[in-house]
T-cell receptor, first 113, second 113 residues
C-alpha cells in the first residue's frame, strides 16, 4: 500500500529553468512532509520540509508547496543547476506514528547544461 | 564531525543465512531508524530504536530484529534470508521528536543468492 506516490519516475530540465517535482499522498493523518535528495552511492540528504499548518516553505532556490485538500505537494527548484541532478524523494510523517517516514518511489531529475 | 556511518558497504549472503548490519549515528543523536530500499523503490521503514528499545515498527516480519547499544549505535539482524531481502539497507539517525530531521548513512547493499 503506497501511501506516498511520485508518479513521474524521471524529469529533464534545462539549466536555469524551473524544475517542478510532484508528490501525492493518501493518508490524511500525514502532517509533516520532507524532500530528500539522493546521489548514487550516498544516503538521502535532507533538502526541505513543511508542516501541514503551512502551505509554502522556501529555502534559497528550493520551495515546497502543500495543498492539503488535494493531498498534493510539490518541490520547485529555481533556477535549476546541473548539480541538482539526483533522485528526489518525497516523505511524509503522521501525527499518530511520529518519525516513521513514508517515502515515495523517487523522481530522477536531470538538469541539462 | 562524522555523519552516520554504516558497515559493511556491501555484503553477499546465501538464502537461509543470517546477517548483521551495523550503524553509528551522527554525534549528538539518540534515535536510530532502519529502512529497506529495494531497487527502483523508495526507502521503507523497518523499525526505530530509542533508549535501547524498539519504539516503532513497520510492516516487516519477525525475521528482522535490531538492537541499540548504550552508545546509541545500532544493529539490524535478518534471519533466514530470502532472495527478496536483497536491497539497500539505510540507517538514519535523529533526535527523538516530531519534526526532527533524519540523517541517513550511505547504506549497506545486501545481495542474497
Amino acid at each position: 500500500d503506497q501511501q506516498v506516490k511520485q508518479n513521474s519516475p524521471s524529469l529533464s530540465v534545462q539549466e536555469g529553468r524551473i524544475s517542478i517535482l510532484n508528490c501525492d499522498y493518501t493518508n490524511s493523518m500525514f502532517d509533516y512532509f520532507l524532500w530528500y535528495k539522493k546521489y548514487p552511492a550516498e544516503g538521502p540528504t535532507f533538502l526541505i520540509s513543511i508542516s501541514s499548518i503551512k502551505d509554502k516553505n522556501e529555502d534559497g532556490r528550493f520551495t515546497v508547496f502543500l495543498n492539503k485538500s488535494a493531498k498534493h505537494l510539490s518541490l520547485h527548484i529555481v533556477p535549476s543547476q546541473p548539480g541538482d541532478s539526483a533522485v528526489y524523494f518525497c516523505a511524509a510523517d503522521a501525527s499518530n506514528t511520529g518519525n516513521q517516514f513514508y517515502f515515495g518511489t523517487g523522481t530522477s531529475l536531470t538538469v541539462i547544461p | 564531525d562524522a555523519g552516520v556511518t554504516q558497515s559493511p558497504t556491501h555484503l553477499i549472503k546465501t538464502r537461509g543465512q543470517q546477517v548483521t548490519l551495523r550503524c553509528s549515528p551522527k554525534s549528538g543523536h539518540d534515535t536510530v531508524s532502519w529502512y529497506q530500499q529495494a531497487l527502483g523503490q523508495g526507502p521503507q521503514f523497518i523499525f526505530q530504536y530509542y533508549e535501547e528499545e524498539e519504539r516503532q515498527r513497520g510492516n516487516f516480519p519477525d525475521r528482522f530484529s535490531g538492537h541499540q547499544f548504550p552508545n546509541y549505535s545500532s544493529e539490524l539482524n535478518v534471519n533466514a534470508l530470502l532472495l527478496g531481502d536483497s536491497a539497500l539497507y539505510l540507517c538514519a539517525s535523529s533526535n527523538l521528536g516530531r519534526g526532527n530531521e533524519q540523517y541517513f548513512g550511505p547504506g549497506t547493499r545486501l545481495t542474497v543468492t
